[in-house]
C-alpha cells in the first residue's frame, strides 16, 4: 500500500551517550534555551508515578484508536527506546493498557508517549515506567491499521522526527532534533548550572533583582 500502512527503518538515532548527557537536566531547563517555542501541548501528561524520561524516538503513525502498529513498533524497539504515538489526539478509544505496559517494561523500553489515550490507569499510576498520555478511557482499541513506523510525525506542531531525543518529567515533554542535541545541551546545562546558583543565593539572601526594576523602566511603567 506505501504511504500510510509501511514499516521503516530508523536511519539514525540519538546514542546512550548523549542520553546520559540529557538525562539530569530539566525539562523546563531545555525547552528555554530552544526558545519557549516547542513542545508537545500540555494536554500531554506523565500517567506514571513519577521519574524523568530520556531516549531516542522510535515513531508510529496511526489511525485514530488503532494499536495495530503500536504492537509493532513495541517488537521493533530497543532497550531504551521512546515509542512516540501521534494518534491523533482522540481519546474515544484507548491504545495501550497495563498489558502492553508489562511488555513494554520486559522489553526495558524507554518509556511511552500518546497522543491519544490510555486505559488501566489506576495500575500504571503505580508504575515507574514512563508513560505521557493525552487521556484515559475504558474503551478498547481496533487493531486493523493503517499506521506507518519510523516516519516523521507532529503532536501540537512539535515534529519528531526518527531517532531525535525525546525528554520528558513532571512538566511535559520535549523533543530535541538530532542534529542540535550538542548545541542544545551546552546552553542547557549552562542554564542549568545558573539557576543552581541562584537557588543558593536565594538561600543566602544575595539573589539580584534589580533587573525587575530596570525592565519595568525600560517599558515605561509609570509609578517608580
Known amino acids: 500500500m506505501g504511504t500510510g500502512f509501511r514499516i521503516l527503518p530508523r ?3 540519538a546514542s546512550a551517550e548523549w542520553v546520559e548527557r540529557f538525562r539530569p537536566l530539566p525539562v523546563a531547563n531545555v525547552s528555554d534555551v530552544m526558545a519557549r517555542i516547542t513542545a508537545a501541548g500540555p ?3 506523565p500517567m506514571h508515578r513519577g521519574g524523568g524520561m530520556v531516549g531516542p524516538a522510535l515513531t ?3 489511525r485514530p484508536g488503532d494499536n495495530l502498529m503500536i504492537h509493532k513498533a513495541l517488537s521493533l524497539a530497543g532497550p531504551g527506546d521512546v515509542i512516540v504515538v501521534d494518534g491523533g489526539g482522540d481519546l474515544t478509544n484507548a491504545l495501550i493498557g497495563e498489558l502492553m505496559v508489562a511488555q513494554m517494561v520486559k522489553r526495558r523500553v524507554g518509556g511511552i508517549v500518546l497522543n491519544g489515550a490510555i486505559r488501566d490507569c489506576a495500575t500504571l499510576r503505580e508504575q515507574d515506567f514512563p508513560v505521557y498520555a ?3 478511557t475504558h474503551r478498547g482499541p481496533y487493531k486493523d491499521g493503517p499506521g506507518e513506523i519510523n516516519v516523521p510525525i507532529a503532536i501540537d506542531g512539535m515534529v519528531i522526527a526518527p531517532g531525535d531525543l525525546i525528554l520528558g518529567d513532571d512538566d511535559g515533554l ?3 532534533p538530532f ?3 550538542e548545541a542544545i545541551h551546552a546552553a542547557a546545562a549552562a542554564k542549568h548550572a ?3 546558583k541562584m537557588i543558593a ?6 539573589n539580584d533583582t534589580s533587573w525587575v526594576d530596570a525592565a519595568l523602566r525600560r517599558l515605561g511603567c509609570e509609578g517608580l
Not at 543565593?201 to 544575595?206: K, N, Q, R
Open 43 to 45: 494536554r500531554l501528561r
Open 60 to 62: 508510529v503513525k496511526t
Open 11 to 13: 536511519q539514525r538515532a
Open 179 to 181: 542534529d542540535e542535541m
Open 134 to 136: 493525552a487521556g484515559v
Open 174 to 176: 520535549l523533543c530535541v
Open 194 to 196: 545558573a539557576e543552581v
Open 201 to 206: 543565593d536565594i538561600e543566602a539572601g544575595t
